[in-house]
């Protein structure tokens, strides 16, 4: 497959969306164990920022390249999901509430890192988890609507997408 097909920001956003409602159906689905979907969730968008950054620095400033940048960022974010996780393990915080607050954290992390690279995408996608929160915290019926929410996003990137591999 083509290596500028699969890193450009549409296809990343599309991933980005698709975990998202995954990881809504999984906890609508089974709300006990949504501590670990959430888990999940932050660790593969650490590696969805992560790994693209790596790949696309050229070959001399690879490591120094992904250390000065999103690395700091995301591990920042899973030291606060240790912390969270550390907070539920000692009773001070029950599971339902613990889930949120990491989706909570998840949105922000994703929506702070796309402020600073300046990219539509990613704040959709941060402003999309925050929703996924509330809709989790609030609603009994959400996953159509945020499917629905999620196609027509991706069907505006779609559409905005430029031969350049990072739009």
């Known amino acids: 497959m083509n290596n500028t097909l699969r890193l450009s920001?549409?296809?990343?956003?599309t991933?980005?969306?698709?975990?998202?409602?995954?990881?809504?159906?999984?906890?609508?689905k089974d709300q006990h164990t949504s501590h670990y979907i959430w888990l999940t969730g932050m660790v593969l968008f650490s590696a969805i920022a992560i790994v693209p950054h790596y790949l696309q620095t050229p070959q001399?400033?690879?490591?120094?390249?992904?250390?000065?940048?999103?690395?700091?960022?995301?591990?920042?974010?899973?030291?606060?999901v240790t912390i969270i996780y550390a907070y539920q393990n000692s009773g001070r915080l029950y599971h339902e509430e613990g889930d949120l607050v990491v989706l909570i954290l998840l949105a922000l992390t994703t929506y702070q890192?796309?402020?600073?690279a300046k990219d539509w995408r990613g704040l959709f996608t941060g402003?999309?988890?925050?929703?996924?929160?509330?809709?989790?915290?609030y609603f009994d019926s959400y996953i159509w609507q945020l499917?629905?929410?999620?196609?027509?996003?991706?069907?505006?990137s779609f559409a905005l997408r430029d031969t350049n591999p990072t739009s």
């Open 9 to 13: 920001a549409h296809t990343l956003f």
């Open 15 to 28: 991933l980005h969306l698709s975990l998202a409602v995954l990881g809504a159906y999984l906890d609508y």
């Open 60 to 80: 001399p400033r690879r490591w120094s390249s992904v250390l000065s940048g999103p690395v700091w960022h995301w591990l920042g974010a899973l030291l606060a």
């Open 113 to 116: 890192q796309a402020l600073s």
């Open 127 to 137: 402003a999309f988890l925050a929703l996924i929160a509330v809709c989790v915290a």
């Open 147 to 156: 499917t629905a929410l999620a196609l027509a996003a991706i069907g505006l």
